[in-house]
Antibody, heavy 117, light 112 residues
C-alpha cells in the first residue's frame, strides 16, 4: 500500500524557517517525482514545486523560488520541504503528492503551518 | 501560467440526481501524443485531495463509474450521475501539461 506520511503541524514565529517531511512507503521512492502543494485557509490548491529523488533535480513555481527548498533522502525514502522567512501569508496546509506521469495519484495527510508571534 | 477556470463555484444536488462541473483552460491541454492533460480531484471535508480522473476521461482505480470526464482541448466537464452522500466535497480540475501545474478554484458540491 502506497503511503505518504507527513510530519506534524507546526507553530512558528514570523521570520523563522520550518522544515517538514514526507516519508514514502509501499513503492520505490526513486521511481516517482514528489510534489508539494499549498492550500491557504479556505482557498484552493497551489503548486509549489517538485523533486525527482533519483537525480535530485528540482523545479519550482516562480512564486515560491527563494521561499521553498525541496530535498530528498533516498536512504530513508523521505522528501523534505523547507520554508524560509515565514510571514502570515505562509500560514497554510502543505501537502506532498506523488506524481505518476502527469497527475497526483497519492497525497500526504498535510502539514498545517501557523505563523504567529 | 495556464489558468484553470471552474464553474460553478458551488452546486447543490438532490441525492440520486446528476451534477456537472465545468473547467476551462487558458491554453490547449491536448498534447501532440493525443493525450489531454487535465485531471480531476476531490477534497472531502477535512481530508486531503484524492485523485479521481486523469487525462480528461480515465477513471482512477476504485473510482465508481458514476463519475465521468469529457471535453475538448480547452473545455472540460466532470459529470457525476446519481450523486451519493459520499460525493460531497470540493472538486478541483488541474492540468499536467507543463510546469507550473495549476488548479481551478474548486467547485463545492453539497446535497439538498
Amino acid at each position: 500500500e502506497v503511503k505518504l506520511q507527513q510530519s506534524g503541524d507546526e507553530l512558528v514565529r514570523p521570520g523563522a524557517s520550518v522544515k517538514m517531511s514526507c516519508k514514502a512507503s509501499g513503492y520505490t521512492f526513486t521511481d516517482y517525482a514528489m510534489h508539494w502543494v499549498k492550500q491557504s485557509p479556505g482557498q484552493g490548491l497551489e503548486w509549489i514545486g517538485t523533486i525527482i529523488p533519483l537525480i535530485d533535480t528540482t523545479s519550482y513555481n516562480q512564486k515560491f523560488k527563494g521561499k521553498a527548498t525541496l530535498t530528498a533522502d533516498k536512504s530513508s525514502n523521505t522528501a523534505y520541504m523547507e520554508l524560509s522567512r515565514l510571514t502570515s501569508e505562509d500560514s497554510a496546509v502543505y501537502y506532498c503528492a506523488r506524481e505518476t506521469g502527469d497527475y497526483f495519484d497519492y497525497w500526504g495527510q498535510g502539514v498545517m503551518v501557523t505563523v504567529s508571534s | 501560467d495556464i489558468v484553470m477556470t471552474q464553474a460553478p463555484l458551488s452546486v447543490s444536488v438532490t441525492p440520486g440526481e446528476s451534477a456537472s462541473i465545468s473547467c476551462r483552460s487558458s491554453k490547449s491541454l491536448l498534447h501532440s501524443n493525443g493525450n489531454t492533460y487535465v485531471n480531476w480531484y476531490l477534497q472531502k471535508p477535512g481530508k486531503s485531495p484524492q485523485f479521481l480522473i486523469y487525462r480528461m476521461s480515465n477513471l482512477a482505480s476504485g473510482v465508481p463509474d458514476r463519475f465521468s470526464g469529457s471535453g475538448s482541448e480547452t473545455d472540460f466537464t466532470l459529470k457525476i450521475s446519481k450523486v451519493e452522500t459520499e460525493d460531497v466535497g470540493v472538486y478541483y480540475c488541474g492540468h499536467g501539461l507543463e510546469y507550473p501545474y495549476t488548479f481551478g478554484a474548486g467547485t463545492k458540491l453539497e446535497l439538498k
